[in-house]
């Protein structure tokens, strides 16, 4: 744990909050452009759903493969819902995205013709899927970015909370409340960071759910502050469900050992206890089907199951044989065998799991918010590039193009700062709550949902206990106050939108509706009410607090 004193007041041009692909690159380029950038991150550096990536980071690299195509399918996993001009961009940066990571060091599997090697994974109709030490990919991307950010001497505060954005009167954002975490999750007392602008790398919030594939710190911390800073956020309730982690037995909880889609990109398919194959039929692409399609596929198979069989089904990789396995699929074979499973000799056990979250704070891909001084980017941030539900691999792709963006734009030019006036003290959630409320995010807003069940959800969130005024605070409530912040978001959207869309499913309303190709858009008033309007795709720009009615 780093034991520095935070650093004095106005020591930074520019705060990021975060230490995964998104806030490392931030934190790297803006460096290299001369800023003065400080790292705030809530654990060891390098540490966020980043460094658990397996599959790789997609991009237009193969002689075969074309931008058109890498957009067309990623607009086609979205469902209707990604911005276009996001998602072109997202592409034509990707290839250089790559490149900038090669030449900060980070060491790719390559091809015996010496380029990088690609694979695909689900809703890609080309190889194109980079990847570095076979399924070690996140690692890699980690290990190059942080060893980059220490070569220039970038400020570090590890094992720190931001908890709050310190504000102007006029709802500029001009730094952060940051707080030491100290043993146990104690929180030391708050103080003050000043900068001209604050870039949120906050990560996702898997953790709303029971059972998810992302860390224990994706909690949300990062959405719940942006909408307390008065941003707005968008598409909350695309939360995307993995089809395969590895089932740890009934009810298991928490972070779940992910098997990375790339094992079907190279062959394996889904069977049932018998050994039947589960996905022909059920989609043109079979078991490399869009994820949404896959998760919720096996969501409807194992309701139709017998009673004993309906909490997981069977992943089959034998025929991938046991040396092609331990060359690309490493870390996943240890895990397996570790375990008790063996992939090579038979099928290994998986369920969904919450794994990425699409929707969070209403950002460009440049990072703006409609909050001055307050950016977002990687999974913090909703950007339209991935709509419904987003495409295999284009996640540390999309954080890593927006990183670069973002730090152009503040190279360019710095938002003016000012002087924070002091803000509301947020009410807290009782920690002791949280275990509730993410069984009941698993239950009623999961792979499937229905308005009776995301009533009740709505319900139960409304009763949950809050702490009172006062209260001292720690890390357990920093994050059960931000996950309920969330849950809240994600439940009143996934009421309000009356349709299966992506990520999005509803049994009480299963067709997807023309007229709700529309993006939800939310923001709290300060006294904690949640106003949300609807957007027709492609013209969702954030929009400045003040200018809201
Ligand atoms: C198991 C797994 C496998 C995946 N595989 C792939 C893949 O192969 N390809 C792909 O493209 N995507 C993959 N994804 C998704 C991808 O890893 C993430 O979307 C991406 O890495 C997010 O990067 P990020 O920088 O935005 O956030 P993260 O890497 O999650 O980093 C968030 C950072 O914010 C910090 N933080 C959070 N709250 C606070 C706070 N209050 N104060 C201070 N710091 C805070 C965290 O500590 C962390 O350092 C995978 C995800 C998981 C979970």
């Given at each position: 744990m780093s034991t520095a004193a935070i650093r004095p007041l106005s020591s930074s041009d520019v705060l990021v909050v975060g230490s995964g692909a998104a806030g490392l690159m931030t934190a790297v380029a803006l460096a290299d452009a001369g800023r003065a950038v400080t790292v705030i991150t809530k654990g060891a550096l390098g540490e966020g759903s980043t460094a658990w990536a397996q599959g790789g980071l997609a991009a237009v690299l193969g002689p075969d493969d074309r931008a058109g195509l890498h957009v067309q399918d990623t607009l086609v996993a979205g469902a209707g819902l990604c911005g276009v001009e996001a998602v072109r961009t997202l592409v034509a940066e990707a290839p250089a995205a790559v490149a900038t990571l090669r030449e900060l060091g980070a060491v790719l599997d390559l091809?015996?013709?010496?380029?990088?090697?690609?694979?695909?994974?689900?809703?890609?109709?080309?190889?194109?899927?980079?990847?570095?030490?076979?399924?070690?990919?996140?690692?890699?991307?980690?290990?190059?970015?942080?060893?980059?950010?220490?070569?220039?001497?970038?400020?570090?505060?590890?094992?720190?909370?931001?908890?709050?954005?310190?504000?102007?009167?006029?709802?500029?954002?001009?730094?952060?409340?940051?707080?030491?975490?100290?043993?146990?999750?104690?929180?030391?007392?708050?103080?003050?960071?000043?900068?001209?602008?604050?870039?949120?790398?906050?990560?996702?919030?898997?953790?709303?759910?029971?059972?998810?594939?992302?860390p224990a710190g994706a909690t949300g911390d990062g959405v719940a502050l942006a909408l307390r800073a008065g941003a707005e956020v968008a598409d909350v309730e695309m939360v995307q469900f993995h089809p395969t982690v590895l089932w740890a037995g009934p009810g298991a909880e928490g972070q779940q050992m992910l098997v990375s889609e790339a094992v079907r990109g190279e062959g394996a398919v889904l069977v049932d206890a018998g050994g039947r194959r589960i996905m022909p039929g059920r989609h043109p692409l079979a078991d490399l089907a869009p994820r949404d399609v896959v998760s919720a596929a096996i969501a409807a198979f194992l309701a139709e199951a017998p009673p004993g069989e309906r909490d997981h089904v069977w992943?089959?990789?034998?025929?991938?044989?046991?040396?092609?396995?331990?060359?690309?699929?490493?870390?996943?074979?240890?895990?397996?065998?570790?375990?008790?499973?063996?992939?090579?000799?038979?099928?290994?056990?998986?369920?969904?799991?919450?794994?990425?979250?699409?929707?969070?704070?209403?950002a460009d891909l440049d990072g703006g918010t409609g909050v001055p001084g307050l950016y977002a980017v990687g999974e913090v941030a909703c950007t339209g590039v991935h709509g419904a539900n987003r495409l295999a691999s284009n996640s540390i792709t999309e954080g890593l193009v927006a990183a670069?963006?973002?730090?152009?734009?503040?190279?360019?030019?710095?938002?003016?700062?000012?002087?924070?006036?002091?803000?509301?003290?947020?009410?807290?959630?009782?920690?002791?709550?949280?275990?509730?409320?993410?069984?009941?995010?698993?239950?009623?807003?999961?792979?499937?949902?229905?308005?009776?069940?995301?009533?009740?959800?709505?319900?139960?969130?409304?009763?949950?206990?809050?702490?009172?005024?006062?209260?001292?605070?720690?890390?357990?409530?920093?994050?059960?106050?931000?996950?309920?912040?969330?849950?809240?978001?994600?439940?009143?959207?996934?009421?309000?939108?009356?349709?299966?869309?992506?990520?999005?499913?509803?049994?009480?309303?299963?067709?997807?509706?023309?007229?709700?190709?529309?993006?939800?858009v939310h923001r709290l008033d300060p006294a904690g009410g949640l106003h949300t309007r609807t957007v027709p795709v492609g013209n969702v720009r954030p929009v400045p607090e003040h200018v809201v009615a």
């Open positions: 091809g015996r013709d010496g380029c990088p090697a690609l694979t695909r994974e689900g809703g890609h109709s080309r190889d194109r899927i980079v990847h570095a030490d076979g399924d070690a990919s996140g690692a890699e991307v980690t290990r190059t970015l942080t060893g980059a950010l220490r070569a220039r001497g970038v400020a570090v505060l590890e094992h720190t909370a931001a908890v709050d954005a310190l504000r102007t009167a006029d709802g500029r954002v001009v730094g952060l409340r940051v707080a030491r975490i100290g043993p146990g999750g104690a929180l030391a007392k708050p103080e003050e960071l000043r900068s001209r602008a604050v870039v949120l790398a906050t990560g996702g919030f898997g953790q709303v759910f029971s059972a998810t594939s992302s992943l089959d990789a034998r025929h991938l044989g046991a040396d092609h396995l331990a060359r690309r699929f490493p870390g996943i074979l240890r895990a397996c065998r570790s375990a008790g499973y063996d992939p090579a000799r038979e099928p290994v056990p998986v369920a969904p799991a919450a794994h990425y979250t699409c929707g969070g704070v209403l670069r963006r973002c730090a152009a734009t503040l190279a360019a030019a710095l938002p003016s700062g000012g002087v924070p006036v002091a803000g509301p003290n947020p009410v807290a959630i009782d920690p002791g709550a949280r275990r509730a409320m993410t069984l009941a995010a698993s239950r009623f807003a999961g792979i499937v949902r229905d308005s009776a069940g995301l009533t009740r959800l709505a319900a139960a969130l409304a009763a949950v206990p809050r702490l009172p005024a006062g209260c001292a605070q720690d890390l357990a409530t920093l994050e059960a106050t931000a996950l309920h912040t969330v849950a809240t978001v994600l439940c009143a959207a996934a009421l309000a939108r009356e349709e299966s869309r992506g990520c999005h499913r509803r049994t009480d309303a299963p067709a997807t509706r023309p007229e709700w190709r529309v993006r939800l």
